[in-house]
């Protein structure tokens, strides 16, 4: 069967600072990725989203990189951590429905 | 084009009673059609879905019905329990790739 990882499951990190996500899928191939963002009782936002290795599209500009170095790995990542990027971080991965991991809850402050 | 309307933002419902969620696209390329439930710091996680070849599909208490020259689709829990409350979204995705969620209904089943 299928399986998502994702961690940390908490983060606090200060303003400034780099951030490194790590998502990585068991028991599939060659799966569409995904990254989220849920605000606190808010829906989800998708930020990326991958097809293939080295393939990443960005739905909304922002402080923050994707990058796919291998087939079943996602990793989320920013230079220089903003307040407003504090935020509930899923990774999904699809191919006919999309299964979420458990999240991290990042909190910059 | 690419939206998907959920409605209520909000629902109370009593033990043992129906709870009702709709929603509504309008891209017709969506070919699949998932609920997930999702409870407080944690993932949301697939409940039930539904291709647009079927008008109904039931697992258990939880029932999707699908109208689609509405554009139309709902979730309905019957004899909703308290183990229910949590956030419900629904979402419509055309081949598994692109997923278009809703903007989520928070439940709550009071005992």
């Known amino acids: 069967s299928q399986t998502i990882h994702q961690w940390p499951a908490t983060l606090v990190q200060p303003v400034g600072s780099p951030l490194s996500l790590e998502c990585t899928v068991e028991?599939?191939?060659?799966?569409?990725l995904y990254w989220y963002r849920q605000a606190a009782g808010r829906g989800l936002q998708l930020l990326f989203y991958?097809?293939?290795?080295?393939?990443i599209s960005s739905e909304v500009p922002q402080n923050l990189s994707a990058s796919r170095p291998q087939d079943r790995q996602f990793i989320l990542s920013s230079k220089k951590l903003l307040l407003s990027d504090s935020g509930f971080y899923l990774c999904?991965?699809?191919?006919?429905?999309?299964?979420f991991g458990q999240g991290t809850r990042l909190t910059v402050v | 084009q690419q939206q998907v309307k959920q409605s209520p933002q909000s629902l109370i419902v009593q033990k043992g009673g129906i709870s009702i969620i709709n929603c509504a696209y309008e891209?017709?390329?969506?070919?699949?059609f998932p609920w997930y439930q999702q409870f407080p710091g944690k993932g949301p996680a697939l409940l039930i879905a539904?291709?647009?070849?079927?008008s109904e599909k039931k697992e258990g208490r939880f029932t999707i019905s699908f109208n689609k020259s509405a554009k139309q689709f709902s979730l309905h829990i019957m004899d909703s329990q308290p183990g229910d409350s949590a956030t419900y979204f629904c979402?419509?995705?055309?081949?598994?790739?692109?997923?278009?969620f809703g903007p989520g209904t928070r439940l709550s089943v009071l005992p």
């Open positions: 999904a991965w699809s191919r006919t429905g999309a299964f």
């Open positions: 028991g599939t191939s060659n799966p569409n």
């Open positions: 991958s097809v293939g290795i080295g393939q």
């Open positions: 891209n017709t390329a969506f070919d699949y």
């Open positions: 539904i291709r647009p070849d079927v």
């Open positions: 979402a419509a995705s055309d081949y598994g790739q692109n997923f278009v």
